[in-house]
């Protein structure tokens, strides 16, 4: 999961909901070893940039790693993490979290318990969020 805290009383959480299958959780969990790195978001994003269909090998554990790689990541450090399986539980909880508050595909938002979901464009979640916080 990848926290920020911003101004004000926003609080971004982002948390993975691999429910696709075995490839979704792997690269769930190669995002968790970047972030050890603090290469949460640039990992994130190109898995996302990557994406080819569901489980055609295209998140395969050598994939995955060479993502790594290509960001500049200590490869040693990611592959051990990611060999060992560290956040197997981590995803695997925020599954579970994710279908225990109702969410069924992604994207999928909480804003203040609200369900969101789909994209939606950020001038949108940008107002609901203003409006949220000019109502404190």
């Known amino acids: 999961m990848e926290t920020y805290a911003g101004t004000g009383n926003v609080r971004f959480e982002y948390k993975h ?3 696709i299958g075995n490839e979704s959780v792997k690269a769930a969990e190669a995002a968790e070893c970047a972030a ?4 949460f978001w640039p990992y994130h994003d190109t898995i996302f940039a990557n994406q080819r269909g569901e489980n055609v090998n295209a998140f395969s554990t050598a994939t995955l790693k060479n993502f790594a790689s290509a960001l500049g990541l200590d490869t040693v ?3 051990d993490c990611l060999d060992s399986g560290k956040y197997s539980r981590v995803v695997r909880n925020e599954l579970e979290e994710g279908k225990e ?4 595909s992604t994207p999928t938002l909480f ?3 609200e ?3 789909g994209a ?3 001038d949108q979640l940008q107002s609901m969020v203003e409006t949220i916080l000019a109502n404190q």
Do not use: H, L, S, Y
Not at 36 to 39: G, H
Not at 101 to 104: H, N, S
């Open 77 to 79: 450090a990611f592959n």
């Open 111 to 113: 804003i203040n318990g």
């Open 120 to 122: 939606i464009p950020f």
């Open 17 to 19: 909901f691999a429910f």
């Open 115 to 117: 369900m969101v979901k």
């Open 101 to 104: 508050r109702g969410a069924t």
């Open 36 to 39: 050890e790195q603090d290469m």
